[in-house]
Protein backbone atom coordinates (compact mmCIF):
# COMPACT_ATOMS: atom_id res chain seq x y z
CA UNK A 1 0.00 0.00 0.00
CA UNK A 2 2.79 2.43 0.97
CA UNK A 3 3.74 1.79 -2.81
CA UNK A 4 1.32 3.02 -4.47
CA UNK A 5 1.44 6.96 -3.64
CA UNK A 6 4.96 6.60 -4.30
CA UNK A 7 4.89 5.11 -7.84
CA UNK A 8 2.06 8.03 -8.89
CA UNK A 9 4.22 10.49 -7.84
CA UNK A 10 7.31 8.80 -9.57
CA UNK A 11 5.03 8.58 -13.01
CA UNK A 12 3.85 12.74 -12.34
CA UNK A 13 7.54 13.59 -11.91
CA UNK A 14 9.17 11.89 -14.59
CA UNK A 15 6.15 12.68 -16.76
CA UNK A 16 7.00 16.54 -15.91
CA UNK A 17 10.66 15.71 -15.83
CA UNK A 18 10.40 14.50 -19.73
CA UNK A 19 8.25 17.32 -21.09
CA UNK A 20 10.11 19.24 -19.32
CA UNK A 21 13.32 18.20 -21.28
CA UNK A 22 11.65 18.13 -24.10
CA UNK A 23 10.32 21.18 -24.18
CA UNK A 24 13.86 22.97 -23.35
CA UNK A 25 15.09 20.57 -26.32
CA UNK A 26 13.00 22.21 -28.35
CA UNK A 27 13.66 25.59 -27.62
CA UNK A 28 17.30 25.06 -28.08
CA UNK A 29 16.79 23.28 -31.45
CA UNK A 30 14.51 26.03 -32.71
CA UNK A 31 16.41 29.55 -31.36
CA UNK A 32 19.34 28.15 -32.56
CA UNK A 33 19.65 28.50 -36.44
CA UNK A 34 17.39 32.26 -35.62
CA UNK A 35 21.18 33.49 -33.68
CA UNK A 36 23.35 31.77 -36.24
CA UNK A 37 21.24 33.88 -38.99
CA UNK A 38 21.42 37.17 -36.58
CA UNK A 39 25.50 36.33 -36.12
CA UNK A 40 25.79 36.09 -40.19
CA UNK A 41 23.78 39.22 -40.18
CA UNK A 42 26.48 40.94 -37.85
CA UNK A 43 28.92 39.56 -38.85
CA UNK A 44 29.26 42.29 -41.85
CA UNK A 45 28.23 45.17 -39.37
CA UNK A 46 30.80 44.44 -36.61
CA UNK A 47 34.21 42.54 -35.71
CA UNK A 48 33.10 38.53 -34.87
CA UNK A 49 34.16 38.88 -31.11
CA UNK A 50 35.77 36.02 -29.60
CA UNK A 51 32.45 36.00 -27.32
CA UNK A 52 30.55 34.69 -30.64
CA UNK A 53 32.35 31.83 -30.90
CA UNK A 54 32.35 31.21 -27.61
CA UNK A 55 28.63 31.59 -27.72
CA UNK A 56 28.13 29.12 -30.86
CA UNK A 57 30.18 26.41 -29.00
CA UNK A 58 28.28 26.67 -25.91
CA UNK A 59 24.76 26.00 -28.02
CA UNK A 60 26.64 23.06 -29.28
CA UNK A 61 27.35 21.89 -26.52
CA UNK A 62 24.15 21.75 -24.92
CA UNK A 63 22.30 20.43 -27.51
CA UNK A 64 24.90 17.37 -28.14
CA UNK A 65 24.69 16.33 -24.31
CA UNK A 66 20.91 16.08 -23.84
CA UNK A 67 20.90 15.69 -20.42
CA UNK A 68 19.22 18.21 -17.78
CA UNK A 69 22.33 18.05 -15.26
CA UNK A 70 24.10 20.52 -18.14
CA UNK A 71 21.52 22.92 -18.67
CA UNK A 72 20.68 23.75 -15.04
CA UNK A 73 24.37 23.68 -13.60
CA UNK A 74 24.60 26.89 -11.10
CA UNK A 75 27.80 28.76 -11.32
CA UNK A 76 30.73 27.43 -9.23
CA UNK A 77 32.00 30.44 -7.67
CA UNK A 78 30.31 33.80 -6.30
CA UNK A 79 31.57 36.76 -8.62
CA UNK A 80 31.88 39.34 -5.34
CA UNK A 81 34.92 39.26 -2.95
CA UNK A 82 34.31 35.52 -0.88
CA UNK A 83 35.31 37.35 2.12
CA UNK A 84 32.29 39.37 1.65
CA UNK A 85 29.80 36.40 0.46
CA UNK A 86 26.76 36.00 2.08
CA UNK A 87 25.70 32.86 4.18
CA UNK A 88 22.34 32.58 2.70
CA UNK A 89 23.65 32.57 -0.34
CA UNK A 90 25.31 29.12 0.92
CA UNK A 91 22.10 27.62 1.96
CA UNK A 92 20.06 28.88 -1.14
CA UNK A 93 22.62 26.78 -2.94
CA UNK A 94 22.38 23.65 -0.62
CA UNK A 95 19.00 23.81 -1.75
CA UNK A 96 19.30 23.53 -5.00
CA UNK A 97 22.23 20.79 -5.20
CA UNK A 98 19.43 18.69 -2.95
CA UNK A 99 16.87 19.38 -5.65
CA UNK A 100 19.24 18.54 -8.38
CA UNK A 101 19.39 14.57 -7.24
CA UNK A 102 15.72 14.06 -7.61
CA UNK A 103 15.51 15.25 -11.42
CA UNK A 104 18.58 13.21 -13.10
CA UNK A 105 16.94 10.49 -11.22
CA UNK A 106 13.77 10.62 -12.52
CA UNK A 107 15.56 10.82 -16.20
CA UNK A 108 17.34 7.54 -16.00
CA UNK A 109 14.05 5.78 -14.38
CA UNK A 110 11.40 7.39 -17.22
CA UNK A 111 13.84 5.81 -19.68
CA UNK A 112 13.33 2.34 -18.26
CA UNK A 113 10.11 0.29 -19.41
CA UNK A 114 9.42 -1.49 -17.04
CA UNK A 115 7.04 -0.68 -14.25
CA UNK A 116 8.48 -3.16 -12.20
CA UNK A 117 12.15 -1.57 -12.38
CA UNK A 118 10.56 1.74 -11.54
CA UNK A 119 8.73 0.36 -8.26
CA UNK A 120 12.35 -0.97 -7.28
CA UNK A 121 14.58 1.64 -8.18
CA UNK A 122 12.10 4.78 -6.37
CA UNK A 123 12.93 4.64 -2.94
CA UNK A 124 16.62 4.36 -3.65
CA UNK A 125 16.66 7.92 -5.54
CA UNK A 126 14.09 9.27 -2.89
CA UNK A 127 16.69 8.36 0.04
CA UNK A 128 20.19 9.84 -2.01
CA UNK A 129 18.15 12.44 -2.64
CA UNK A 130 17.42 13.50 1.16
CA UNK A 131 20.86 12.04 2.04
CA UNK A 132 22.68 14.21 -0.67
CA UNK A 133 22.67 17.47 1.40
CA UNK A 134 24.19 15.48 4.16
CA UNK A 135 27.29 13.64 1.87
CA UNK A 136 29.59 15.65 0.36
CA UNK A 137 29.71 19.47 1.38
CA UNK A 138 29.78 21.63 -1.29
CA UNK A 139 33.00 22.67 -0.01
CA UNK A 140 34.53 19.25 -0.50
CA UNK A 141 33.49 19.14 -3.63
CA UNK A 142 35.71 22.52 -4.72
CA UNK A 143 38.79 19.97 -4.06
CA UNK A 144 40.76 19.03 -7.31
CA UNK A 145 43.36 17.05 -7.54
CA UNK A 146 46.48 18.63 -8.42
CA UNK A 147 47.34 16.12 -11.35
CA UNK A 148 48.20 17.43 -14.44
CA UNK A 149 46.80 15.81 -17.70
CA UNK A 150 48.01 16.77 -20.91
CA UNK A 151 45.04 17.60 -22.45
CA UNK A 152 44.81 20.47 -20.16
CA UNK A 153 48.07 21.50 -20.61
CA UNK A 154 48.23 23.43 -23.98
CA UNK A 155 44.79 25.42 -22.01
CA UNK A 156 46.49 25.70 -19.29
CA UNK A 157 50.40 26.91 -20.99
CA UNK A 158 48.25 29.20 -23.17
CA UNK A 159 46.93 31.26 -19.96
CA UNK A 160 50.17 30.88 -18.21
CA UNK A 161 51.59 33.05 -21.09
CA UNK A 162 48.82 35.77 -21.51
CA UNK A 163 48.38 34.67 -24.96
CA UNK A 164 45.85 37.26 -25.54
CA UNK A 165 48.46 39.74 -24.57
CA UNK A 166 51.35 38.22 -26.39
CA UNK A 167 49.35 37.87 -29.12
CA UNK A 168 48.87 41.61 -29.41
CA UNK A 169 53.05 42.01 -28.81
CA UNK A 170 53.63 40.49 -31.49
CA UNK A 171 51.20 42.43 -34.01
CA UNK A 172 52.99 45.42 -33.14
CA UNK A 173 55.87 43.93 -33.75
CA UNK A 174 54.66 43.01 -37.26
CA UNK A 175 53.48 46.36 -37.90
CA UNK A 176 56.48 47.42 -37.13
CA UNK A 177 58.35 45.02 -39.19
CA UNK A 178 56.11 46.02 -42.09
CA UNK A 179 56.35 49.52 -41.31
CA UNK A 180 60.13 49.52 -41.60
CA UNK A 181 61.64 50.93 -45.32
CA UNK A 182 63.08 47.63 -45.92
CA UNK A 183 61.87 45.38 -48.75
CA UNK A 184 59.72 42.75 -47.21
CA UNK A 185 61.57 39.45 -46.37
CA UNK A 186 59.30 36.68 -45.40
CA UNK A 187 62.18 34.61 -43.54
CA UNK A 188 63.13 37.34 -41.46
CA UNK A 189 59.12 38.10 -40.66
CA UNK A 190 58.54 34.24 -39.54
CA UNK A 191 61.73 34.20 -37.48
CA UNK A 192 60.94 37.69 -35.97
CA UNK A 193 56.93 36.78 -35.13
CA UNK A 194 58.01 33.44 -33.46
CA UNK A 195 61.06 34.76 -31.53
CA UNK A 196 58.86 37.77 -30.23
CA UNK A 197 55.99 35.45 -29.22
CA UNK A 198 57.84 33.50 -27.14
CA UNK A 199 59.86 35.90 -25.92
CA UNK A 200 56.69 37.66 -24.77
CA UNK A 201 55.11 33.64 -22.81
CA UNK A 202 58.36 33.99 -21.23
CA UNK A 203 58.29 37.36 -19.37
CA UNK A 204 54.50 36.95 -19.11
CA UNK A 205 55.28 33.38 -17.20
CA UNK A 206 57.47 34.52 -15.46
CA UNK A 207 55.30 37.73 -14.14
CA UNK A 208 52.57 35.14 -12.92
CA UNK A 209 55.04 32.76 -11.44
CA UNK A 210 56.00 35.96 -9.31
CA UNK A 211 52.44 37.15 -8.33
CA UNK A 212 50.58 34.16 -7.12
CA UNK A 213 49.85 35.07 -3.87
CA UNK A 214 48.49 38.59 -5.54
CA UNK A 215 46.99 37.36 -7.98
CA UNK A 216 44.89 35.64 -5.77
CA UNK A 217 43.25 38.76 -4.44
CA UNK A 218 42.40 40.36 -7.46
CA UNK A 219 39.19 39.64 -9.09
CA UNK A 220 40.70 40.04 -12.25
CA UNK A 221 43.71 37.73 -12.34
CA UNK A 222 42.47 35.09 -9.56
CA UNK A 223 41.93 32.52 -12.37
CA UNK A 224 45.56 32.29 -13.48
CA UNK A 225 46.77 28.90 -13.51
CA UNK A 226 49.21 29.19 -10.94
CA UNK A 227 46.55 30.88 -8.51
CA UNK A 228 44.56 27.54 -9.48
CA UNK A 229 47.25 25.18 -9.02
CA UNK A 230 46.78 23.74 -12.50
CA UNK A 231 50.59 23.79 -12.68
CA UNK A 232 53.54 23.83 -10.40
CA UNK A 233 55.57 26.61 -9.77
CA UNK A 234 58.80 24.65 -11.01
CA UNK A 235 56.45 23.92 -14.34
CA UNK A 236 55.84 27.48 -15.05
CA UNK A 237 59.85 28.29 -14.37
CA UNK A 238 60.66 25.53 -16.69
CA UNK A 239 58.01 26.29 -19.79
CA UNK A 240 59.26 30.21 -19.08
CA UNK A 241 63.09 29.16 -20.03
CA UNK A 242 62.49 26.81 -22.76
CA UNK A 243 60.49 29.63 -24.85
CA UNK A 244 62.97 32.69 -23.26
CA UNK A 245 66.33 31.10 -24.59
CA UNK A 246 65.01 29.53 -28.34
CA UNK A 247 63.42 33.17 -28.26
CA UNK A 248 66.36 35.07 -27.70
CA UNK A 249 68.61 32.61 -29.46
CA UNK A 250 66.16 33.09 -32.93
CA UNK A 251 66.28 36.37 -32.57
CA UNK A 252 69.90 37.15 -32.28
CA UNK A 253 71.24 34.74 -34.82
CA UNK A 254 68.33 34.65 -36.61
CA UNK A 255 67.42 37.83 -37.41
CA UNK A 256 70.07 40.50 -35.69
CA UNK A 257 71.84 41.10 -32.74
CA UNK A 258 70.41 44.01 -31.93
CA UNK A 259 66.52 42.23 -32.30
CA UNK A 260 67.93 40.16 -29.83
CA UNK A 261 69.05 42.66 -27.07
CA UNK A 262 66.07 44.33 -27.54
CA UNK A 263 64.32 41.23 -26.97
CA UNK A 264 66.66 40.07 -23.71
CA UNK A 265 66.57 43.14 -22.46
CA UNK A 266 62.67 43.35 -22.35
CA UNK A 267 62.06 40.41 -20.46
CA UNK A 268 64.54 41.30 -18.06
CA UNK A 269 62.44 45.12 -17.62
CA UNK A 270 59.21 43.26 -17.24
CA UNK A 271 60.19 40.36 -14.92
CA UNK A 272 63.24 42.15 -13.03
CA UNK A 273 62.35 45.60 -13.04
CA UNK A 274 58.30 46.11 -13.67
CA UNK A 275 56.88 43.50 -11.92
CA UNK A 276 58.37 44.06 -8.33
CA UNK A 277 58.46 47.85 -8.87
CA UNK A 278 54.54 46.93 -9.12
CA UNK A 279 54.77 47.11 -5.29
CA UNK A 280 56.94 49.83 -4.26
CA UNK A 281 56.71 52.65 -6.64
CA UNK A 282 54.45 54.64 -9.08
CA UNK A 283 57.22 54.56 -11.47
CA UNK A 284 56.31 51.50 -12.16
CA UNK A 285 53.97 52.80 -14.78
CA UNK A 286 56.85 54.42 -16.79
CA UNK A 287 58.52 51.43 -16.89
CA UNK A 288 55.71 49.29 -18.26
CA UNK A 289 55.36 52.09 -20.90
CA UNK A 290 58.64 50.99 -22.16
CA UNK A 291 58.08 47.13 -21.92
CA UNK A 292 55.15 48.38 -24.34
CA UNK A 293 57.36 49.89 -26.30
CA UNK A 294 59.97 47.44 -26.82
CA UNK A 295 58.18 45.73 -29.63
CA UNK A 296 59.65 48.39 -31.88
CA UNK A 297 61.74 45.20 -32.34
CA UNK A 298 60.05 44.93 -35.60
CA UNK A 299 61.22 47.78 -37.19
CA UNK A 300 65.16 46.75 -35.89
CA UNK A 301 64.27 42.96 -37.48
CA UNK A 302 63.90 44.75 -40.89
CA UNK A 303 66.40 47.36 -41.19
CA UNK A 304 68.94 46.50 -38.45
CA UNK A 305 69.43 49.60 -36.80
CA UNK A 306 67.47 52.21 -34.59
CA UNK A 307 66.52 55.31 -36.69
CA UNK A 308 64.17 57.82 -36.45
CA UNK A 309 61.42 55.99 -37.67
CA UNK A 310 61.94 53.27 -35.04
CA UNK A 311 62.16 56.34 -32.63
CA UNK A 312 58.82 57.81 -33.85
CA UNK A 313 56.95 54.40 -33.33
CA UNK A 314 58.32 53.86 -30.24
CA UNK A 315 57.33 57.19 -29.07
CA UNK A 316 53.70 56.10 -30.19
CA UNK A 317 53.72 52.91 -28.71
CA UNK A 318 55.27 54.18 -25.37
CA UNK A 319 52.83 57.17 -25.17
CA UNK A 320 49.68 54.90 -25.92
CA UNK A 321 50.46 53.04 -23.05
CA UNK A 322 49.15 55.95 -20.56
CA UNK A 323 45.65 56.39 -21.67
CA UNK A 324 45.55 52.60 -21.71
CA UNK A 325 46.79 51.72 -18.48
CA UNK A 326 45.56 54.79 -16.64
CA UNK A 327 42.08 54.26 -17.43
CA UNK A 328 42.06 50.43 -16.87
CA UNK A 329 43.67 51.33 -13.13
CA UNK A 330 40.99 53.72 -12.31
CA UNK A 331 38.51 50.90 -11.89
CA UNK A 332 40.58 48.68 -9.91
CA UNK A 333 41.70 51.03 -7.07
CA UNK A 334 40.11 48.94 -4.47
CA UNK A 335 41.63 45.75 -5.35
CA UNK A 336 45.12 47.67 -5.78
CA UNK A 337 44.66 49.32 -2.26
CA UNK A 338 43.87 45.77 -0.70
CA UNK A 339 46.84 43.83 -2.56
CA UNK A 340 49.61 46.81 -2.09
CA UNK A 341 50.19 47.56 -5.18
CA UNK A 342 51.75 51.47 -5.82
CA UNK A 343 49.75 52.84 -8.62
CA UNK A 344 48.99 56.17 -9.48
CA UNK A 345 44.92 55.86 -9.91
CA UNK A 346 45.27 55.09 -6.14
CA UNK A 347 48.26 57.38 -4.38
CA UNK A 348 48.30 60.13 -7.32
CA UNK A 349 44.93 60.55 -8.59
CA UNK A 350 45.18 63.60 -10.27
CA UNK A 351 48.19 62.90 -11.59
CA UNK A 352 46.94 60.10 -13.10
CA UNK A 353 44.23 61.64 -15.20
CA UNK A 354 46.79 64.19 -16.30
CA UNK A 355 49.39 61.74 -17.61
CA UNK A 356 46.16 59.64 -19.60
CA UNK A 357 45.55 63.18 -21.17
CA UNK A 358 48.86 64.44 -22.02
CA UNK A 359 50.36 61.45 -23.67
CA UNK A 360 46.70 61.59 -26.05
CA UNK A 361 47.69 64.77 -26.96
CA UNK A 362 51.07 63.37 -27.42
CA UNK A 363 49.93 61.00 -30.11
CA UNK A 364 48.55 63.39 -32.46
CA UNK A 365 51.53 65.41 -32.37
CA UNK A 366 54.43 62.19 -33.40
CA UNK A 367 50.89 61.35 -36.33
CA UNK A 368 51.92 64.83 -37.34
CA UNK A 369 55.29 64.32 -37.37
CA UNK A 370 55.36 61.23 -39.01
CA UNK A 371 55.71 62.26 -42.52
CA UNK A 372 58.15 64.84 -41.58
CA UNK A 373 60.44 61.48 -40.92
CA UNK A 374 59.56 59.52 -43.98
CA UNK A 375 57.81 57.21 -41.82
CA UNK A 376 54.00 57.89 -43.99
CA UNK A 377 52.96 60.05 -46.36
CA UNK A 378 51.05 63.82 -45.27
CA UNK A 379 47.56 61.54 -45.73
CA UNK A 380 48.52 59.47 -42.47
CA UNK A 381 47.75 62.53 -40.06
CA UNK A 382 44.60 63.53 -41.88
CA UNK A 383 42.59 60.08 -42.30
CA UNK A 384 44.29 59.39 -38.31
CA UNK A 385 42.85 62.93 -37.30
CA UNK A 386 39.57 61.67 -36.51
CA UNK A 387 40.74 59.02 -34.39
CA UNK A 388 43.35 60.75 -32.17
CA UNK A 389 40.60 63.88 -31.71
CA UNK A 390 38.43 61.00 -30.32
CA UNK A 391 40.74 59.77 -28.09
CA UNK A 392 41.92 62.88 -26.99
CA UNK A 393 38.78 63.73 -26.13
CA UNK A 394 38.09 60.87 -23.88
CA UNK A 395 41.16 61.51 -22.42
CA UNK A 396 39.89 65.27 -21.75
CA UNK A 397 36.85 63.06 -20.25
CA UNK A 398 37.99 61.36 -17.83
CA UNK A 399 40.26 64.24 -16.80
CA UNK A 400 37.70 65.84 -16.10
CA UNK A 401 35.12 63.69 -15.08
CA UNK A 402 37.44 61.01 -12.80
CA UNK A 403 34.98 58.80 -12.82
CA UNK A 404 34.40 54.91 -13.72
CA UNK A 405 32.37 55.82 -16.90
CA UNK A 406 35.18 58.24 -18.74
CA UNK A 407 37.38 55.76 -17.28
CA UNK A 408 35.85 52.90 -19.30
CA UNK A 409 35.14 54.72 -22.48
CA UNK A 410 38.75 55.64 -22.58
CA UNK A 411 40.25 52.11 -21.69
CA UNK A 412 37.85 50.44 -24.55
CA UNK A 413 38.62 53.14 -27.25
CA UNK A 414 42.36 52.65 -26.68
CA UNK A 415 41.48 48.50 -27.39
CA UNK A 416 40.38 49.73 -31.02
CA UNK A 417 42.40 52.52 -31.10
CA UNK A 418 46.43 51.18 -31.61
CA UNK A 419 45.37 48.37 -34.20
CA UNK A 420 43.72 50.79 -36.34
CA UNK A 421 46.51 53.37 -36.29
CA UNK A 422 49.11 50.98 -36.66
CA UNK A 423 47.00 50.24 -39.89
CA UNK A 424 46.57 53.68 -41.18
CA UNK A 425 50.12 53.96 -40.54
CA UNK A 426 50.55 50.85 -42.90
CA UNK A 427 48.08 51.91 -45.67
CA UNK A 428 49.97 55.48 -45.66
CA UNK A 429 53.58 53.83 -45.74
CA UNK A 430 56.11 56.05 -47.38
CA UNK A 431 56.94 53.90 -50.43
CA UNK A 432 60.64 53.31 -51.48
CA UNK A 433 61.39 55.75 -54.22
CA UNK A 434 59.02 58.41 -53.62
CA UNK A 435 60.08 62.03 -52.79
CA UNK A 436 59.33 64.01 -49.65
CA UNK A 437 56.44 66.24 -49.87
CA UNK A 438 53.37 65.55 -51.10
CA UNK A 439 54.09 68.50 -52.99
CA UNK A 440 56.06 66.79 -55.50
CA UNK A 441 53.23 64.56 -56.65
CA UNK A 442 51.32 65.75 -59.53
CA UNK B 1 22.01 -2.30 8.23
CA UNK B 2 22.50 0.08 5.43
CA UNK B 3 20.28 2.48 6.56
CA UNK B 4 22.04 2.45 10.30
CA UNK B 5 25.25 2.95 8.43
CA UNK B 6 24.37 5.86 6.44
CA UNK B 7 22.31 7.72 10.04
CA UNK B 8 25.74 7.12 11.47
CA UNK B 9 27.86 8.87 8.59
CA UNK B 10 25.08 11.50 8.46
CA UNK B 11 25.60 11.63 12.23
CA UNK B 12 29.46 12.67 12.01
CA UNK B 13 29.48 14.77 9.13
CA UNK B 14 26.55 17.01 11.21
CA UNK B 15 29.40 16.79 13.98
CA UNK B 16 31.84 17.94 11.76
CA UNK B 17 29.77 20.40 10.51
CA UNK B 18 29.06 21.87 13.96
CA UNK B 19 32.88 21.79 14.92
CA UNK B 20 33.98 23.71 12.34
CA UNK B 21 31.36 26.30 12.81
CA UNK B 22 33.39 26.70 16.91
CA UNK B 23 36.39 26.82 14.86
CA UNK B 24 34.98 30.01 12.28
CA UNK B 25 35.93 32.16 14.67
CA UNK B 26 39.70 31.74 14.26
CA UNK B 27 40.53 32.54 10.56
CA UNK B 28 43.59 30.11 10.61
CA UNK B 29 40.90 27.19 10.42
CA UNK B 30 42.24 23.68 8.63
CA UNK B 31 40.12 22.46 6.12
CA UNK B 32 38.50 19.17 6.86
CA UNK B 33 39.12 17.75 4.01
CA UNK B 34 40.70 14.38 3.22
CA UNK B 35 41.51 13.28 0.21
CA UNK B 36 40.41 9.38 -1.33
CA UNK B 37 43.09 6.79 -0.77
CA UNK B 38 44.25 5.96 -3.44
CA UNK B 39 45.50 9.49 -4.93
CA UNK B 40 48.63 9.84 -4.69
CA UNK B 41 48.93 13.46 -5.63
CA UNK B 42 48.54 16.95 -3.92
CA UNK B 43 44.76 18.14 -3.44
CA UNK B 44 44.27 21.82 -3.95
CA UNK B 45 40.86 23.53 -2.69
CA UNK B 46 38.67 26.88 -2.80
CA UNK B 47 39.88 29.97 -2.42
CA UNK B 48 39.55 30.92 1.47
CA UNK B 49 36.86 33.16 2.62
CA UNK B 50 39.54 35.25 4.55
CA UNK B 51 42.78 35.28 2.23
CA UNK B 52 41.44 34.25 -0.89
CA UNK B 53 44.44 31.87 -0.98
CA UNK B 54 43.51 28.48 -1.77
CA UNK B 55 44.92 25.62 0.41
CA UNK B 56 46.76 22.69 -0.43
CA UNK B 57 46.46 19.39 0.92
CA UNK B 58 50.29 18.01 0.83
CA UNK B 59 50.06 14.10 -0.09
CA UNK B 60 52.79 11.91 2.15
CA UNK B 61 54.10 9.36 -0.05
CA UNK B 62 55.29 6.23 1.77
CA UNK B 63 58.81 6.57 1.13
CA UNK B 64 59.23 10.31 0.80
CA UNK B 65 62.82 11.38 0.76
CA UNK B 66 64.63 13.58 3.80
CA UNK B 67 64.73 16.26 0.86
CA UNK B 68 60.93 15.81 0.13
CA UNK B 69 60.24 15.96 3.80
CA UNK B 70 62.01 19.56 3.91
CA UNK B 71 60.61 20.77 0.55
CA UNK B 72 56.76 19.46 2.14
CA UNK B 73 57.60 21.00 5.15
CA UNK B 74 58.61 24.35 3.51
CA UNK B 75 55.88 24.83 1.38
CA UNK B 76 53.29 24.05 3.98
CA UNK B 77 54.83 26.78 6.46
CA UNK B 78 54.78 29.48 3.88
CA UNK B 79 51.20 28.14 3.14
CA UNK B 80 50.35 28.99 6.50
CA UNK B 81 52.50 32.20 6.44
CA UNK B 82 50.71 33.10 3.49
CA UNK B 83 46.99 32.46 4.84
CA UNK B 84 47.94 34.45 8.17
CA UNK B 85 49.26 37.73 6.22
CA UNK B 86 46.69 37.75 3.99
CA UNK B 87 44.20 36.71 6.11
CA UNK B 88 44.78 39.69 8.50
CA UNK B 89 45.16 42.11 5.67
CA UNK B 90 42.05 41.29 4.14
CA UNK B 91 39.77 42.08 7.65
CA UNK B 92 41.79 44.71 8.45
CA UNK B 93 40.55 46.49 5.46
CA UNK B 94 37.01 45.22 5.51
CA UNK B 95 37.21 46.92 9.07
CA UNK B 96 38.97 49.98 8.39
CA UNK B 97 36.77 50.58 5.25
CA UNK B 98 33.17 50.44 7.43
CA UNK B 99 34.89 52.37 10.03
CA UNK B 100 35.46 55.23 7.16
CA UNK B 101 32.29 54.74 5.36
CA UNK B 102 30.38 55.24 8.87
CA UNK B 103 32.62 57.97 9.71
CA UNK B 104 31.71 59.78 5.93
CA UNK B 105 28.32 59.74 6.39
CA UNK B 106 27.91 60.63 10.03
CA UNK B 107 29.73 63.53 8.66
CA UNK B 108 27.82 63.83 6.28
CA UNK B 109 24.62 63.56 8.21
CA UNK B 110 23.30 61.08 6.70
CA UNK B 111 22.02 57.27 8.04
CA UNK B 112 23.79 53.99 8.13
CA UNK B 113 21.10 52.32 6.23
CA UNK B 114 18.87 54.83 3.25
CA UNK B 115 15.35 55.17 3.23
CA UNK B 116 15.33 51.68 0.93
CA UNK B 117 16.72 50.04 3.78
CA UNK B 118 19.84 49.01 1.98
CA UNK B 119 23.02 49.69 3.70
CA UNK B 120 24.29 53.31 2.22
CA UNK B 121 27.58 53.37 0.66
CA UNK B 122 29.96 56.36 -0.44
CA UNK B 123 31.03 56.62 -4.30
CA UNK B 124 34.62 55.56 -5.46
CA UNK B 125 35.79 59.20 -5.54
CA UNK B 126 34.78 59.47 -1.66
CA UNK B 127 36.46 55.97 -1.14
CA UNK B 128 39.14 56.98 -3.20
CA UNK B 129 40.27 58.78 0.20
CA UNK B 130 40.48 55.34 1.68
CA UNK B 131 42.17 53.99 -0.95
CA UNK B 132 45.34 56.09 -0.62
CA UNK B 133 45.84 56.35 3.25
CA UNK B 134 45.21 52.37 3.38
CA UNK B 135 48.42 51.67 0.86
CA UNK B 136 50.60 54.15 2.30
CA UNK B 137 49.72 53.11 6.47
CA UNK B 138 50.63 49.22 4.91
CA UNK B 139 53.65 50.21 2.67
CA UNK B 140 56.24 49.11 4.86
CA UNK B 141 54.54 46.01 5.93
CA UNK B 142 54.22 45.19 2.36
CA UNK B 143 57.75 46.09 1.55
CA UNK B 144 58.52 43.54 3.97
CA UNK B 145 56.41 40.85 3.02
CA UNK B 146 57.76 40.68 -0.64
CA UNK B 147 60.87 40.00 0.18
CA UNK B 148 60.25 37.12 2.26
CA UNK B 149 57.48 35.68 -0.20
CA UNK B 150 60.25 36.21 -3.11
CA UNK B 151 62.93 34.46 -0.78
CA UNK B 152 60.19 31.60 -0.14
CA UNK B 153 59.30 31.88 -3.79
CA UNK B 154 62.56 31.10 -5.20
CA UNK B 155 63.38 28.62 -2.54
CA UNK B 156 60.11 26.14 -3.06
CA UNK B 157 61.18 26.37 -6.79
CA UNK B 158 64.83 25.64 -5.87
CA UNK B 159 63.96 22.72 -4.03
CA UNK B 160 61.34 21.22 -6.23
CA UNK B 161 63.83 21.33 -8.76
CA UNK B 162 66.43 19.67 -6.73
CA UNK B 163 63.48 16.75 -5.60
CA UNK B 164 62.49 16.24 -9.38
CA UNK B 165 66.50 15.93 -10.41
CA UNK B 166 66.61 12.87 -7.16
CA UNK B 167 63.05 11.37 -8.44
CA UNK B 168 64.75 11.02 -11.90
CA UNK B 169 68.64 9.91 -10.71
CA UNK B 170 66.53 7.37 -8.50
CA UNK B 171 64.52 5.96 -11.42
CA UNK B 172 67.80 5.57 -13.33
CA UNK B 173 69.81 4.31 -10.59
CA UNK B 174 68.08 0.36 -10.09
CA UNK B 175 68.50 -0.03 -13.80
CA UNK B 176 72.47 0.84 -13.48
CA UNK B 177 72.19 -1.00 -10.48
CA UNK B 178 70.71 -3.78 -12.56
CA UNK B 179 73.19 -3.49 -16.05
CA UNK B 180 76.28 -3.71 -13.74
CA UNK B 181 75.81 -6.80 -11.40
Given at each position: MAASPHTLSSRLLTGWGGACIWYLEGRAMRESPRRFLHLLRNVNQQWVTFQHINFLRRMYVTQLNRSLKQQIKPKPEPAESPFLAKTSLDEAKAEICEMR????????????????????????????????????????????????????????????????????????????????????????????????????????SINQFFEVPFDSNMNRTKNRPLVRGQISPLLAVSF??????????????????????????????????????????????????????????????????????????????????????????????????????????????????????????????????????DVTTWTFPVIALPINLYISYLGFRFYRDADRKSSRKLFFCSLWHLPLLLLLMLTCKRRAGEEGAGAQQS | MAESEELKSLLMKVKEESEKLAENSTFRKVSRFCPPRKSHHDWIGPPDKYSNLRPIHFYIPENESPLEQK???????????????????????????????????????????????????????????????????????????????????????????????????????????????
Open positions: PLVPSSLSLSRKPSEKALIELEPTSVTEGSIALGKETKEEKQWKEMKLRADDLPGILARLSKIKLTALVVSTTSAGFALAPAPFDWSCFLLTFVGTGLASCAANATCCAVPGVALLTWGVNPLTGALGLFNIFLYTCCYTPLKRVSIANTWVGAVVGAIPVMGWTAATGSLDAGACLLGGILYSWQFPHFNALSWGLREDYSRGGYCMMSVTHPALCRRVALRHCLALLAMCAAAPAL | LRELRQETQDWNQQFWADQNLAFQKEKEEFVRSRLEAKGLDLRAASGQKATLNAEEMADFYKEFLSKNFQKHVHYNRDWYKRNFAITFFMGKVALERIWNKLRPKQKKTSS
